[in-house]
């Protein structure tokens, strides 16, 4: 480590706000995405408070129907590709290099504009509240014809995603380079950890995905201003190939949004059952089949699109037959726990509240897999309480998760234990008390994406709302808790955690500037 | 039960504790008694063979997944019960066996292979559309539904009921509770006979929306260019009431669809009754004889609350930077030809309505709009005009 403190002392960077505008350093970088992605959590989770409060009774009592339906779009929109796909992409910028042993990411430049690009396109985004005709409404999906109704904010919509579809490619470029070059030596691919396998996986169904949306995006750019009709019956086009278009990047993308969470959640259990985790190879096997059936099961998304028998029954069988490379991890994990050694900080609870509620949202999964109840889900609150249990007590259950196990590595600082076990359990029941009963709601017959409803749905609907506003107001304590970390605490050790285990861990906390500038040997 | 405690508790301001009461009690007994009631919890099997096939295979998929719920959580919560530090419990060190992962990757498969089989079954049966015994049509509009009984030679539109517009407007002070079906009312049901297998056909005016009536089992995305099919037998009389389920676009919370499945001789006769109402109608409504204003702003005013007060106002006014106003417009104080082209075929977000409305109906609100929100215009738009326009 004396190299590495002697090569800080000539890293001659500029300071002030220049630091982080120039910056090329993976952990500035870092730091960068995962504050922009815990700001737009906050963006995203006000407009889930507004969409929650028009709900709480029938009737409209805040906002009209065109802009509840911008704040689900937005909604939707910010927390995908502003929180929780930069949060990945912080926690891969801190880690993968640590944990390779590198000193830093491959492609530093590259790092620096992908980051920054995030910022514009939000702005772009975002900008569209205050525009004539309001902010886009169409759904997140923006399905045509619908979104080509959209008035001044059409075009700004259309190059947001662009910009972001740019930055999460060149994001996950770096990665890839980073991985397959800078490994020290003696870390071969099957010794990776498993956070750095998921990414991997990740980065391909990124390159793979995101250019789909940017050409789907590209013909709605066209047919609304150069005469083009791709997605218009009327001019010799189909709508439903723009679904077909779109959700073949869409569910990658929900696998882009998931597996990360895996890598975090195989890190995390055996730290704190202090065991290995079991089945690492099935593991990877099984996050790489999850990555290949991705790939060929879009059509579930829209079932009731009207598809050929044959097409129903193909997309079906793929869909369900998901559940089993899925319940191979679940099941590791539990192995893992079995005849362990376990303690229950805060980052561990995280993760068996993830194990527990994202297989809820599994469960919820395979019901919608099966196409002819599916018929009857679709479109209801039965698929919202399914997605957002798989993202947010899933993907976001594991950023926090993680957010916990790293920060006193990042910052040197241990966390306040206390605060933290408070926002898991306040987290965990208020989060199942907004989405649990939105099952309920969406079986009774109520569908999604509508401001207002019938009386029958209105005792559930208030629950939800009161479980959304005390969800909402919890995660202030994580600001809170994140914030003091920061700015102080006990001093954490190197390992941090009595069984981790990584190269991470070797590195003081917070680890220098350049991890690893000797790459340490890996046995 | 909502009736009831709309009026018990007044408007709009329903008591905390009161709420928090009702969720302890339906938290405490998840009992099928009160998820009758405003506690839904479950799908409803529904009343036609294809929603109760869905219904049976909602409920194995459920079960199947309750019990593997239970087995893994129990397990979990054994191992955190029992290997906890704090009880002493010291690691092993096993992290691989093969047998066990090929063991947790069959027996799934089996068991989706189990689900899969009357999963295909239930599925093939609802996509017989073949021997129906009549056929009907519906087409999405923004936002009503049209049908047509190609059989039959009925059709209409089926709009949002008026109590359930009135109140579902921003801030109408209405309070939801009282108004019976709450946005689950029209003003013309789809009328079908009980028994018989109804094809239906699913396409829409301009973008996707899609026909749901859950206790048919129909969920069908009405498409733009497309027609879809699909079919149901009713096989009880009775009201059915359903709503679109593609969002599509401001007010896709607010066209229902109301079934009503009659028996046969009865719906023979409502079949009668419609097109004598039809014919009466068109008689009514000559677009080629001449119309007084009074007559014309009648019925211009029907027409406007009906149609284009959702997004222009009641009062004209539009919704500034959405919907312009018409209150002293350009175009309804400007040259006529203009407005009726603006009428038949839209612009952006305002939809042609050549199709929609008839010539009269268009005539009507165009001199409607011209001489009322204080403006002047003053002439009079005759319904021979718009039909030759």
Redesign the interface.
């Known amino acids: 480590m004396a190299h590495a403190a002697h090569h800080d002392d000539h890293a001659h960077h500029p300071t002030g706000v220049m630091r982080w505008i120039t910056t090329t350093n993976n952990k500035d970088i870092g730091t960068l995405y995962l504050s922009f992605a815990l700001l737009m959590f906050f963006i995203g989770g006000s407009m889930a408070m507004i969409i929650r409060a028009e709900l709480f009774k029938p009737g409209l009592q805040f906002v009209d129907p065109q802009f509840f339906n911008s704040m689900t779009t937005l909604h939707a929109l910010v927390m995908i590709f502003g929180a929780v796909m930069p949060a990945f992409v912080g926690l891969a910028n801190w880690m993968i290099p640590m944990m390779i042993g590198a000193p830093d990411m491959a492609l530093p430049r590259l790092n620096n504009w992908s980051f920054w690009l995030l910022p514009f396109a939000f702005t772009l985004l975002l900008s569209t509240l205050f525009m004539p005709g309001g902010a886009p409404a169409g759904g997140w999906t923006m399905y045509a014809p619908l979104v080509l109704q959209t008035g001044e904010a059409f075009p700004f919509l259309i190059f947001a995603v662009h910009i972001m579809g740019i930055s999460s490619i060149m994001g996950a470029i770096n990665i890839i380079a980073t991985v397959f070059n800078m490994r020290a030596p003696g870390m071969t691919f099957m010794k990776l950890p498993l956070f750095v396998w998921t990414w991997i996986i990740t980065a391909f169904l990124l390159i793979a995905a995101m250019p789909v949306l940017a050409g789907a995006v590209t013909m709605l750019l066209t047919d609304k201003f150069f005469g083009t009709s791709f997605f218009s019956a009327a001019g010799g086009g189909d709508p439903v190939m723009f679904q077909h278009i779109f959700w073949f990047f869409g569910h990658p993308e929900v696998y882009i949004m998931i597996l990360p969470a895996f890598g975090i959640v195989s890190a995390i259990v055996p730290t704190f059952a202090r065991k290995p985790l079991f089945g690492y190879a099935s593991m990877v096997y099984a996050t790489a089949s999850i990555a290949f059936l991705s790939f060929i099961v879009w059509a579930h998304h829209m079932f009731t699109v009207g598809m050929p028998l044959a097409g129903e029954l193909f997309f079906m069988y793929t869909t369900v037959l998901i559940a089993v490379p899925t319940g191979v991890k679940i099941f590791n994990w539990l192995a893992t726990m079995w005849r362990g050694s376990m303690t229950f900080e805060t980052p561990m609870l995280f993760a068996l509240g993830f194990i527990v509620m994202f297989t809820i949202g599994g469960f919820s999964g395979l019901m919608l897999g099966v196409t002819p109840a599916d018929f009857q889900y679709q479109d209801t609150y039965f698929v919202v309480a399914h997605f957002h249990y798989v993202l947010v007590t899933g993907a976001v259950f594991a950023i926090m998760g993680a957010t916990y196990f790293w920060l006193p590595k990042w910052t040197g600082h241990m966390y306040d234990e206390t605060l933290g076990k408070w926002h898991f359990w306040l987290s965990t029941i208020f989060v199942n008390v907004l989405f649990f009963p939105q099952h309920f709601l969406g079986l009774a017959g109520m569908p999604r994406r509508i401001p207002d409803y019938a009386v029958q749905f209105a005792d559930w609907n208030m629950v939800s709302s009161i479980g959304g506003f005390c969800f909402g107001a919890t995660q202030l304590l994580f600001l809170y808790v994140i914030v003091k970390c920061v700015r102080g605490g006990a001093k954490a050790s190197d390992r941090v955690w009595e069984g981790a285990e990584g190269l991470e861990w070797i590195l003081p906390s917070p680890p220098p500037y350049h991890s690893f500038v000797n790459p340490p040997l890996v046995k | 039960m909502?009736q009831a405690r709309?009026q018990t508790m007044g408007r709009?301001t329903?008591k905390f504790p009161r709420?928090m009461a009702?969720?302890i009690t339906?938290l405490l007994s998840l009992c099928p008694a009160i998820a009758s009631a405003?506690?839904?919890?479950?799908?409803?099997p529904g009343v036609t063979p294809?929603?109760q096939?869905?219904y049976h295979?909602?409920m194995i998929?459920?079960w199947i997944?309750v019990v593997?719920?239970v087995l893994?959580?129990g397990?979990?919560f054994y191992?955190?019960l029992h290997?906890?530090?704090?009880r002493g419990?010291?690691?092993?060190?096993?992290?691989?066996?093969t047998t066990?992962?090929i063991v947790?990757?069959l027996i799934?498969?089996v068991i989706?292979v189990c689900?899969?089989v009357p999963?295909?079954r239930?599925?093939?049966a609802?996509?017989s559309t073949g021997n129906a015994d009549m056929t009907i049509k519906a087409t999405g509009y923004q936002w009503r539904w049209h049908y047509d009984y190609l059989d039959q030679g009925v059709s209409f539109f089926s709009v949002l009921a008026e109590k359930s517009n009135e109140?579902?407007?921003?801030?109408?002070g209405?309070?939801?509770?009282t108004v019976e079906?709450?946005?689950?009312d029209v003003d013309q049901p789809l009328v079908v006979p009980v028994g018989k297998k109804v094809r239906l056909l699913t396409t829409a005016n301009?973008?996707?929306h899609?026909w749901?009536v859950?206790e048919l089992?129909?969920?069908?995305?009405a498409?733009?260019?497309?027609i879809?099919?699909s079919w149901f037998k009713v096989e009880t009389p009775g009201t059915y009431r359903?709503?679109?389920?593609?969002?599509?676009?401001?007010?896709?919370?607010?066209m229902p669809i109301v079934v009503v499945a009659k028996e046969e001789g009865e719906f023979n006769k409502w079949v009668e009754d419609k097109k004598a109402a039809a014919l009466a109608e068109a008689a009514a409504n000559d677009p080629n004889r001449e119309w007084k204003k009074e007559e014309l702003m009648a019925k211009g005013a029907e027409v406007y609350t009906k149609n284009c007060a959702v997004c222009h106002q009641a009062d004209g006014k539009g919704?500034p930077?959405?919907f312009p106003a018409l209150a002293g417009s350009e175009i309804a104080n400007g040259n006529v030809d203009d407005h009726i082209d603006r009428v038949l075929f839209g612009k952006?977000?305002m939809p042609a309505w050549k199709e929609t409305l008839s010539p009269v109906e268009i005539a009507a609100v165009i001199t409607y709009e011209r001489n009322s929100f204080g403006n002047t215009a003053g002439d009079v738009v005759q319904p021979k005009k718009v039909a030759e326009y």
């Not at chain 2, 405003?38 to 409803?44: E, G, I, Q, S």
């Not at chain 2, 419990?89 to 066996?97: G, L, P, T």
């Not at chain 2, 498409?223 to 497309?226: D, K, T, V, W």
């Open positions: 909502s709309g709009g329903r709420s009702q969720l339906a405003d506690w839904a919890l479950n799908m409803r294809n929603s096939g869905i295979l909602h998929v459920l997944c593997i719920g893994v959580f397990v979990m191992s955190i290997f906890r530090k704090s419990a010291r690691a092993a060190h096993f992290h691989e066996n066990v992962e947790w990757t799934p498969f989706l689900v899969a999963a295909t239930t599925l093939i609802m996509e109140a579902r407007q921003p801030r109408s209405i309070d939801p509770h079906n709450y946005l689950l301009d973008v996707i899609a749901w859950p089992g129909v969920k069908r995305d498409i733009p260019g497309f879809n099919e359903g709503q679109c389920a593609e969002l599509c676009g401001k007010d896709h919370g607010f919704v930077g959405n952006n977000q």
